[in-house]
């Protein structure tokens, strides 16, 4: 409060007790103004705006009752306390002053004790309300501040967590925010092959703590996605950040999806998520994409599993995954939609409108109620490869340097093979030769189908014909997984480049430690997707015939050398 | 929601019940009842009574594990409902606390 002394306003239409008023109140300290009748009150109370109002009741022009009313409204957000002055004794009329808005009377004539009594009085209950005010005024502009500030963090969140390549046409979502922030994350990236990822993850708690961890989960992803890193690696490394920055016991419940469409199969790996659904087309058989780890960052690196598992996808399939939003939604019966209404209903639904029966069957759920967590949804569509040819648009180099003949030998032992995985290294020395960045795609894809088939058929001596039926499908990726926990031999890589502006070859020689196969004696088979080498040798063989000017084997079959032509058309 | 603890006599074990909805606003509540035991290294905590338990209460659970001593440490997640306990499976805290 102010120092100054409080400013009161007497009016009085009787000068004597206006006179008598005035003198008492200036004795206590007070700055006094006086007005003769009501409407004089209203003139001075707009000019001086005093702190206390004294009014008579009864007065000519607007009587005490009037104005009471006139200076409440003119008064709305702020308190100015108004005693009425008052010979009157009748109840009813006493309660009439306190309903016009006084806060107080005085009866006639005035006792000097009682009136300084009710002045300190009405002081400290302005005291208190300045004081309430200016926190209420304090806590507005706080608000109002923080609303500010979380508007601009939640746009930066959602160009983190809510961007790649979900616009896509074959990725349908539906991300209903809770509050300002969403703890929702979906991420979708092509790695330089063309496989697509995508991960939905679930931050615990909203706002600040989501918005931050999704910056490293989103940066993890994308950059490792584009280099050509492999889910367990991407995975792995986005677990280790996050529990690095997250407080303990908060965590990031995720499903990653890698989705390869032309070896027809989806990799992923579920800490804490609801299943996803995979639907397929052909017999309307559905699987389920199982919660089989803990959350993302609430183990440390020693203690993570990336284990991942796989199932074969067909051109058609829908997969279908979504946070515990969408199971909890409660009805306003305080319901569950439940995970197995949403199984149903993704059965049911025609194929081309599953995302679309779910989102409106969980709405309906619903009803008014707002729902209790973040609802997130997302359909990822598996096309025909032939369609699909959103590979990353590669850099083009305008810089003349970097390496223009060269040569490499790399070499990996049993050791190595079980831990690491080559690619993204051999990819990142390939691009250091600026005239290759335009080909990242096809170099990544050539080297990925070289290095599994040296792999899984070389090393691990797998047969591929096994992917040719369902059940076979899942065997061959359990033995995989079998195999490399006891892994013997080695890859080896050579690579050659000579090439300038205008274009050049870069061949690349695998040999592995296996026994070699019966390859196919000449290309052409490859070429022709009709011809047998399709069935036995997958669809690996036919793609690195049709993307190499030469592919040739030398015997036994454990050694393969491929030319990889490029030219620059100025 | 409210919640109770109970120490063993000996001070070995210390069992904290929940009920109702064990979510974010037990957080300090759940918080207090373990801590000033520093010598407790084994707990216990009763779900018989809780109808839900949200993301926050597994991050409470995670910070009692912590406290209890991490990989090192004791903790019994016990008498779970069928719901509560569908969402301890699908968070496959099965691998760091004992649920029965």
Redesign the interface.
Known sequence: MSDLPTRILVADDNATDRLLLSSIVKKEGYEVISAVDGADALCKFDECVPDVVLLDAMMPKLDGFEVAKIIRKRTVGSFVPIVFLTSLTEADELARCLDAGGDDFLSKPYNKIILKAKLNALDRMRALHTEVADQRDQISRHHAYLLAEQEAAKAVFDNVAHSGQLHAPYIKQLISPLAVFNGDVVLAAHDPGGDLYVLLG?F??HGLTAAIGAMPLADTFYGMTAKGFSAQDILREANRKLHAVLP????C?ATLLRLNFRKGCVEYWN?????GVLLRTRDGSTAELT?????LG?LDDRRFDAATQVFEINEGDKLLLCT?GVVEARNPEGEDFGYDTLRRIAELAPHDRVFEAVRDAVYGHLGSRASD?DLTLVEVSVLDPAQFESRPVAAHDDSPGGPKDWSLTYELGARSLAVFNPLPLLQHILMEAPHLRPCAGEIYTVLSELYSNALEHGVMGLDSSLKNSADGFSRYYEARAAALENLQGFVRFEMQSAGDENGGTLTVRVKDSGAGFDYPKDIEQWRNPRSGARAYHGRGLVLLGELCESVRYRDPGNEVEVVFRWEVHQ | MAISSELAEDGARLTISVSGRFD?SAHKEFRDSYEGTEDTREYTVDLSEASYL???A???L??LR?HAGGDNGSVEIVNCSPDVRK?LT????D??FTIH
């Open positions: 679930d615990t708690g303990a016991g908060y965590f419940c800490g804490g998520l609801p299943a919660s089989t780890h803990l959350a609430i515990d967590d | 974010f949200d993301s926050s597994l991050g409470m995670l910070l912590d969402i699908i968070s496959n805290f691998q760091l």
